[in-house]
């Protein structure tokens, strides 16, 4: 019998007072009683909007109907028909401007929890199924993937279960991307990222770790060494600062380093492991997106007392998810909106303080959202010893200064051709931040996908 609740079956979480001092997953899932009832609420819509939504298709009804009937194996071996990554999907892709926002049940309530039934489906499989020995005839083509992020894994497995013979190159000791070093422990644990790499393996996948291409090897040395095609997914890993007075003083991090330092190097677990992250009393991170909270409520968890989101705009505008804001606000993380930084004033080579400005909202610029504009007479100084800069990201240049043939934007990112992933480069293609600049896991994992068909068809015609 259908569940016509109009709002989502609500979802076990950390209480805000504990989470905000440990790094365990803040959100502990559905039991199997709990994502049944959610799953009743699905309608099986007969034109099914939730899937144009989604950038990687996945069979939405159907594998939430499968968790209706108490089918959680079978439902997630639905999901995996279209996307290889669901656990990390179901805990990190924007659904509310996806699917769950195409969902007809969102008109006149709550849309279904498409998200966190993935990944209950995704955690289910993990800890009761044996995943079957996967078998595929080798084609004899060999494809070079460069970096292991959402877009290549997406692209090398793709292209792993087609036969190709697929060699991920990965310039960090672990493999992973953006899924270990940027997003943190609490949202996506790394153990479920290690998981997904362990099954890309058992496809036959090789990686090479501590693999800096443009320095060890060209991408055409690649194509020159035996390599068919390669695919570059090196994501946008290069920072991006305001370049104002006193950035380089020390206790100013780009929230890359920061992030970094605390999720793939473990820093909130100094002095078990080497490397520590200083964090002073008070911490104010610039900028209102994802990156942000993520910086924000990682500096909270290692001990600061008040951490500031300074952004420019109001919260309207601001890009982070609902649902990421919402955690932060109730972690403690204090919202300075229509702010902007001056300069940062330092002591000793150290922060100590930092010059802010009021803002007002003016029309609509080019990104849609409500200019920024100066309120004359506003300035003031937050009392900060450590700023972290999560104002964006671009793509590193070592690819493009070392590729000949490699048509690039004028700002860094890969031009390719944006219904296969082809560069100006024949045998060449090109798919996530490294193309676009940051953006979303899922869609990273779309271009890769979409890479990975005009590859298989470039080589076998």
């Known amino acids: 019998m259908a569940n016509m609740c109009p709002t989502k079956t609500p979802i076990p979480e950390q209480q805000p007072e504990v989470r905000n001092k440990n790094f365990e997953e803040v959100c502990l899932g559905y039991t199997p009683e709990q994502a049944i009832e959610e799953a009743k609420r699905c309608l099986n819509c007969k034109n099914m909007p939730c899937i144009s939504g989604c950038p990687v298709n996945v069979k939405i009804p159907e594998f939430i109907n499968l968790i209706a009937e108490g089918e959680f194996e079978k439902a997630y071996l639905k999901i995996t028909e279209t996307n290889s990554l669901p656990a990390v999907c179901g805990r990190v892709c924007p659904q509310e401007s ?42 004899g083509k060999k494809v070079a993937v460069i970096g292991s992020g959402p877009a290549s894994l997406s692209c090398g497995g793709d292209l792993a279960k087609k036969g190709y013979s697929v060699t991920v190159f990965e310039a960090f000791h672990t493999p992973g991307g953006v899924l270990m070093y940027g997003i943190p422990e609490f949202r996506l644990p790394k153990d479920i990222v290690k998981n997904e790499i ?38 946008a890993g290069l920072p991006k600062f305001m370049q104002i007075e006193g950035e380089d003083l020390n206790g100013v991090y780009s929230a890359n380093e920061f992030l970094t330092r605390i999720n793939l190097m473990k820093a909130y677990k100094f002095p078990e492991t080497d490397t520590p992250v200083k964090v002073g009393k008070n911490v104010a991170v610039v900028g209102g997106g994802n990156v942000a909270m993520d910086a924000a409520r ?19 505008e601001m890009p ?61 100084i937050i009392d900060v010893e450590t700023v972290i800069m999560a104002i964006g990201q671009s793509p590193n240049p070592l690819i493009r200064n070392t590729t000949d043939g490699l048509d690039v934007e004028s700002w860094g990112g890969i031009i390719t051709d944006s219904e296969t992933g082809a560069t100006s480069k024949p045998g060449v293609y090109a798919g996530g931040d490294a193309v676009t600049g940051a953006a979303t896991v899922i869609l990273a994992m779309g271009a890769g996908k979409k890479a990975a068909k005009a590859i298989d068809e470039y080589l076998m015609n």
């Open 320 to 380: 982070a998810r609902a649902e990421e804001i919402h955690h932060a606000k109730e972690e403690g993380i204090i919202f300075k909106n229509l702010t902007n930084p001056v300069r940062i004033l330092g002591n000793n080579g150290w922060v100590e303080g930092m010059e802010c400005i009021e803002m007002v909202l003016g029309d609509a610029d080019s990104s849609g959202r409500r200019r920024p504009i100066v309120k004359e007479g506003s300035q003031h």
């Open 198 to 235: 362990d099954n890309l393996k058992s496809l036959g996948v090789d990686i090479e770790l501590n693999m800096v291409i443009g320095k060890i090897l060209s991408v055409d040395e690649l194509l020159e060494n035996g390599y068919d095609a390669v695919f570059i997914g090196t994501g």
């Open 298 to 316: 990682c500096a909270k968890r290692l001990g600061a007392e008040n951490v500031y989101i300074v952004y420019r705009r109001g919260e309207a």
């Open 98 to 139: 996806q699917c769950e926002g195409k969902c007809v049940r969102g008109i006149k309530g709550e849309s279904v929890a498409i998200g966190k039934l993935e990944r209950f489906a995704a955690d289910y499989y993990r800890n009761n199924c044996t995943p079957e020995p996967f078998k595929v005839e080798p084609n």
